[in-house]
């Protein structure tokens, strides 16, 4: 009982805490993490600890599931370097720098469980930055590249974290050649298993014709690719983010429209409440350990966690820059811009996956309490500094640098337009011979998509303040008409005219109608 009480006033907590963040345009995981933790300073609030397995098996496999499947493919496959650049070697290379600064400054810190601090700390989480990007309307490249770093960097961190917990358990040796063929055995694994799972969730939805069935199975393929990839060994990460790519490329083809529609608003819903319990718990979780922890030892770590913040920050400030500069040495693929570099740099907050492998870390593993909670410690403070102070400062940073968005993106989108006109004006004319007693219908289609072809070829052709005004007041006045339908319907209800389930399937039509008028 207390638990559901818990939930419903985290829940409460978020819709609060997000609405807030509406007002004051500031990234809803940064007022969540603060949220939660002033909160939990409060006295009276008790300890909260948030279970590192809730994380691993409920939250992630949806989050990575959903992010791939809405992942262009196209964008994806042209940045596909820089990503695996960030996704696998900048994750080696700062978990490297992070352990050697551990082993430094860390009392008692060992190798292994100081290479385990590194993976933990090493994998940016892209939630709140790719929200920022696209909330700017950044080039679609730097939001394709830092939504592909986080489908796959987690697989790197994570491969690197269980070596490193291994060795400090004496379970295994650790060697680079192992610990490679290690990495290459697990990611192919997940990859093979994300496809599989692919391929029979494919088969099975393009024989479903029931939109409730529809989603239920839509929300049980990220758990069907993840839970048998890790049961076998190998990256459960991997498997649900092959698995979404894989699909999101087919959705057209599985997918009815009322599926879709449905479908698409509880991934929202489902996706939005996940991140903001888990980033509103870190926030309560900062709390519980600073009220439990020795001040003076709680500020030594805390300044530790700090000096690993800023190395991070500047590790991939370096990386970026370096693989940038060699992009303009290499003739096979187009070279970041350095105001896209800049953005890039600063986007590398810390977040859900580095919360669950701090808690997960096992306390026989870490050698005693003390080390693990010297490692919890400077992973919370890193997420503190990084998701609060990069993530209030990116847009800043990227109104400084004056990124715009891209200039051809609307084009393309007009042209699409231009040439499903085209093709519904020949299929017209062919319905015309087809259909000879219908031709007022005929005629109005014909002219409402000439209608539409010409406002288009405007927009197109030399996009002006005229064009863009008339095509906000043709919105309004089809809104104006939508409106007048949907008080009349009430009226009728209202009046017993009509009973509700009349009002809800005409009221569909409506919504449905309007959606396609804003589309």
């Known amino acids: ?61 949806p989050i990575l599931y959903v992010s791939a499947f809405l992942t262009p493919i196209r964008d994806f496959r042209a940045n596909l370097k820089n990503i695996a650049s960030l996704a696998v070697g900048l994750v080696v290379v700062s978990a490297g720098v992070v352990a050697f600064i551990a082993m430094g400054l860390v009392p008692g810190m060992t190798w292994p469980l100081a290479v385990a601090l590194g993976a933990i700390v090493s994998p940016p989480d892209a939630v709140a930055a790719s929200a920022i990007a696209q909330r700017l309307a950044v080039p679609r490249r730097v939001v394709s590249i830092l939504e592909g770093e986080s489908l796959l960097n987690d697989a790197t961190a994570l491969t690197i974290y269980r070596a490193a917990i291994g060795a400090t358990a004496a379970v295994v040796a650790v060697s680079v050649a192992g610990t490679l063929a290690s990495f290459l055995f697990v990611a192919l694994g997940g990859i093979v298993i994300g496809i599989v799972v692919g391929l ?84 309560f979780q900062i709390s519980s350990i600073s009220r439990a922890m020795d001040r003076t030892a709680l500020l030594e770590l805390a300044g530790i966690g700090l000096l690993v913040s800023l190395a991070l920050i500047v590790v991939r400030a370096v ?146 303040n005229e064009a863009e005004q008339e095509l906000v007041e043709h919105r309004q006045i089809r809104s104006d008409v939508i409106d007048a339908q949907r008080d009349a319907l009430l009226a009728m209800r209202d009046r017993g005219a009509i009973d509700d389930d009349v009002l809800r399937s005409i009221e569909r039509e409506l919504d449905l109608e309007e959606i396609r008028m804003e589309a």
Request: charged share 20%.
């Open 319 to 464: 990386w970026i820059f370096a693989t940038s500069l060699g992009g303009l040495l290499s003739r096979d693929q187009r070279p970041l811009r350095f105001r896209e570099s800049i953005v890039l740099s600063w986007a590398g907050m810390r977040g859900v996956v580095s919360l669950a492998a701090a808690l997960a870390l096992p306390i026989s593993a870490s050698q005693g309490e003390t080390l693990r909670d010297a490692i919890i410690v400077i992973t919370f403070t890193v997420i503190l500094v990084t998701l609060v102070g990069q993530g209030l400062t990116l847009p800043l940073v990227i109104r400084a640098v004056r990124l715009r968005g891209d200039a051809d993106e609307g084009h393309e989108e007009s042209h699409a337009r231009q040439e499903l006109i085209e093709e519904a004006l020949r299929r017209i004319d062919d319905l015309e011979q087809k259909w000879p007693d219908h031709k007022p219908l005929i005629d109005q289609l014909r002219t409402s998509y000439q209608h539409r072809a010409e406002h288009e070829e405007q927009l197109h052709e030399a996009p002006s």
């Open 1 to 61: 009982m207390l638990a559901a009480e818990l939930l419903l006033a985290l829940l409460v907590v978020v819709a609060v805490l997000v609405t807030i963040s509406r007002k004051i345009r500031v990234p809803y995981p940064v007022l969540l993490l603060l949220g939660g933790l002033v909160v939990g300073l409060i006295p009276g609030i008790p300890d909260f600890e948030l279970d590192p397995e809730i994380v691993f098996l409920v939250v992630l496999p």
């Open 200 to 283: 029979i969730t494919g088969l099975i939805r393009r024989q479903l014709d029931d939109t409730p069935v529809e989603i239920t199975v839509s929300l049980l393929t990220p758990y069907a690719a993840y839970l048998p990839a890790e049961a076998l060994g190998v990256s459960g990460v991997l498997a649900a983010v092959t698995t979404g790519l894989f699909l999101g490329r087919r959705s057209s083809l599985i997918m009815a429209s009322e599926a879709r529609l449905a479908g698409r608003a509880v991934w929202e819903s489902l996706v939005f409440l996940l991140n903001g319990v888990v980033f509103l718990a870190i926030g």
